[in-house]
């Protein structure tokens, strides 16, 4: 049964409402003093000629269903207050589904993670994986067909000068060898070379038209490269437990740029500039949109564009959504302009997804500073920092490595995706990684508790569910309770930390719970449903942790 159904099909006839309209205005109470739930009746003053507080004197003497003791009018509200032994059965053996309506079998394109390959996965690339990849997994909790597409950096004129940087200064085995930073290493000496000789930007240009012409040798080198970078980017999601749906990266729509271009021209929005050619866009107070390079070669915009009818043909979304740092934010408003401008059908369907920096406690990240942090150093430093914190606390534990792994990756997800995407990062390691607080490892700690007192407790009595009545149980219950709202709220925000700081307060009250109150040692008719809230808690904090990506281990 939905609560808050059950009282709004009680008001409605005296509200002369739909059930699902009064529904809407009831509010969760979190303060328990002042009831479950509660309705402000301002919004009736208006159509019943009535003053608030004498319209919540008045719906307070409704006849409601049992589940609901008392109903009781403050000043302008009706608060309702549950029989807390009914609310608690209702929450345990009739959970509410956490699939919506509002996003049930709708198709969700998320563009997430899309690294430049020949260059290291860094932190800034961490948070579009990371958020992305906690959106895809929400989306799909609510229901919603979600399509995660890795739109890797693998087309463009850099790519003709990383040919041209390997012929003159690497080797097939040094590249086998280095990866990567073997790939990094030539661009940077392409362009030191670049600079004393500028004709090599021609013969890196004509690599790149050879490319997109399908030139063998052209088309062999940059395959290389770029699987090789796939293959290093693969062992980090592999780490962060991402996978795609589809890895289709800007040389996807090499073939299917040319009828972008001829879509513009025929719309008549293409015009020429300073030889290239761009959609002008000052109507709308921003710079032209580049489309074509003067060379004839396509451009970033270009790309998205026609990755957007793609998408949409292929998929037929509903919604498409960017997941990239807020300094993109042009990009995405100037070619989602020249989507509508070219048809106004669908533009409204693409969203950008932004988030902040992410920066170290001693500052930001710059190359210029040498402070430019690899993914994978990140990662492993955490390792190595659970590793010494669970050699320290539980020396005996079995899998050291592998509660390790868990730890320290799922601290830096858990530390990623605990504020407002938009508010900048910061990787203070000591912080993220500790056992107290609002951490990652804080959430698989109680976790781990939560699933050892159930491990221990053996074959139960009946469960008798008055015993959840006293404040410490019920602040527990009430809370889990909320957890599909929680994940419902986080969808229609794209906003991850909402399920983070859910799990923070529910391990908080459950912790409290924890240490006031007796679970195994208490009394037969109440061990029972004291076992069923603490198996609750480890279901709900291990269904949260998965969906934002953070795993749990039973014990550490
Ligand atoms: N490769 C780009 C970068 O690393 C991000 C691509 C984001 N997705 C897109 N469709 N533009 O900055």
Known sequence: MDIIQAIAGALAPALSMTAEDAAALIEFQPDSSRGDYSLPCFKFAKVLRKSPPMIAKDLAEETFPPIIARAEAVGPYVNFFTDRAAFARETFENPPTLVSDAFAGKTIVIDYSSPNIAKNFHVGHLRSTVIGGALTRIFRAVGANVVGVNHLGDWGTQFGKLIVGYLSHSSEKAVERGGISELQRVYVQYHEDAEKDPSLDDTARAWFIRLQNGDPEAVRLWSWFRELSLREFEMIYERLGVTFDAVTGESFYNDKMSAVVDELRAKNLLTESDGAMVVRLEDYGMPPCLILRGDGGTLYPTRDIA?????????????????????????????????????????????????????????????????????????????????????????????????????????????????????????SLERMISFEGETGPYLQYTYARASSVTRKAGVTGETNYSALSEPLSFDVVKLLSRFPNAVAEAAEKYEPYIISRYLIKLAQVFNRFYHEIRILSASESERPARLALAAAVKNVIGDGLRIIGVSVVDEM
């Open 307 to 427: 990755a957007a009818q793609y998408r949409r043909t292929v998929y037929g979304f509903d919604k498409c959504l960017y997941v990239t740092a807020l300094d993109q934010t042009l990009h995405f408003a100037q070619w989602f302009k020249v989507a509508e401008l070219m048809d106004d059908s669908y533009a409204d369907k693409l969203a950008h997804i932004p988030f902040g920096l992410v920066s170290l406690p001693e500052g930001s990240l710059s190359t210029r500073k040498g402070r430019v942090v690899m993914m994978e150093d990140l990662l492993n430093e955490a390792v190595r920092a659970a590793r010494s914190i669970i050699d320290e606390r539980s020396p005996n534990l079995a899998d050291k490595d592998a509660v390790a792994e868990k730890i320290g990756v799922g601290a830096v997800i858990f530390n990623d995706l605990y504020n407002n995407r938009i508010k900048d990062v910061v990787f």
